[in-house]
C-alpha cells in the first residue's frame, strides 16, 4: 500500500498570509494526487486533482504542485473561509489512500 | 444539481451489520462509480471500496473484505455499502462520492455522511 504523510499536522495562520502544506507519498504516484478541504461537521471538498489541476469553481488563490513523491498545496492570501483541515489522496493503486490531514488554524 | 442524499444515523450493537444507502441525482448514474470513504472520530480518511453501477463490479480495500458488500440498484441510482460484524472501531460517519468511470480516481462529488455508531 501506498501510505501518505502531510506536514505540518497543524498550522497556524492570519488572514492575508501565504501558506503551504506537504504531502509525501511512500513510492512515486506520478501526478495522481487529489486535494480536498474539510470543514468540521462536514464532507470532504474536492479542490484539486492531478496535483495541479483546479476543479471548477476553486478560487485561484489555491493551487497545487509537486509529482512523483513530493507535493505542495499553496494558498496564496489566506481568507477567513480557508481555515479548515486538509486532505491530500492518492489516486496511483489501490487502496485510495488519504494523508492525515493538516489543521488550519487562525492564529 | 449533482448531489447524493445519504440515510440517516444507525446506532448498532457488537456483531450486527449496518447497510447505508447512497441515492445521486443530477447526472448519469452509470458514468461514475461509487466510492464509500470514512472517517472514525478525529481521524483521517479511509477508503473501503468502490461499485461500478454500470456492470456492479466491486473493488473493496483488504482491510475490509471479509465484512464489506457494496451493491447498487441502478432503477433507483442508489448504492447502498453493507458492513457485517461490526465493532467499537467501525464508529465512524461514512460518506458515498462519486469518481469518474472512464478517467478519475478523484471524488468529486461528496454525500453528507452517515454517522454509525456502534456500541457494546
Known amino acids: 500500500d501506498i501510505q501518505m504523510t502531510q506536514s505540518p499536522s497543524t498550522l497556524s495562520a492570519s488572514v492575508g498570509d501565504r501558506v503551504t502544506i506537504t504531502c509525501r507519498a511512500s513510492?512515486?504516484?506520478?501526478?495522481?494526487l487529489a486535494w480536498y478541504q474539510q470543514r468540521p461537521g462536514k464532507a470532504p471538498k474536492f479542490l484539486i486533482y492531478?496535483?495541479?489541476t483546479l476543479e471548477s469553481g476553486v478560487p485561484s488563490r489555491f493551487s497545487g504542485s509537486g509529482s512523483g513523491t513530493e507535493f505542495t498545496l499553496t494558498i496564496s492570501s489566506l481568507q477567513p473561509d480557508d481555515f479548515a483541515t486538509y486532505y491530500c489522496?492518492?489516486?496511483?493503486?489501490?487502496?485510495?489512500?488519504f494523508g492525515q490531514g493538516t489543521k488550519l488554524e487562525i492564529k | 444539481q449533482v448531489q447524493f442524499v445519504q440515510s440517516g444515523a444507525e446506532v448498532k450493537k457488537s456483531g450486527a451489520s449496518v447497510k447505508v444507502s447512497c441515492k445521486a441525482s443530477?447526472?448519469?448514474?452509470?458514468?461514475?462509480?461509487i466510492h464509500w470513504v470514512r472517517q472514525a472520530p478525529g481521524q483521517r480518511l479511509e477508503w473501503m471500496g468502490w461499485?461500478?453501477?454500470?456492470?456492479?463490479?466491486?473493488k473493496y480495500s483488504q482491510k475490509f473484505q471479509d465484512r464489506v458488500t457494496i451493491t447498487r440498484d441502478t432503477s433507483a441510482s442508489t448504492a447502498y455499502m453493507e458492513l457485517s460484524s461490526l465493532r467499537s472501531e467501525d464508529t465512524a460517519v461514512y460518506y458515498c462520492?462519486?469518481?469518474?468511470?472512464?478517467?478519475?480516481?478523484?471524488?468529486?462529488?461528496w454525500g453528507k455522511g452517515t454517522t454509525v455508531t456502534v456500541s457494546s
Open positions: 513510492q512515486s504516484i506520478s501526478s495522481w
Open positions: 489522496q492518492q489516486y496511483h493503486s489501490y487502496p485510495y489512500n
Open positions: 462520492t462519486r469518481v469518474l468511470i472512464t478517467f478519475g480516481g478523484y471524488m468529486d462529488v
Open positions: 461499485i461500478n453501477p454500470g456492470n456492479g463490479n466491486t
Open positions: 492531478k496535483a495541479s
Open positions: 443530477g447526472y448519469t448514474f452509470i458514468s461514475y462509480a
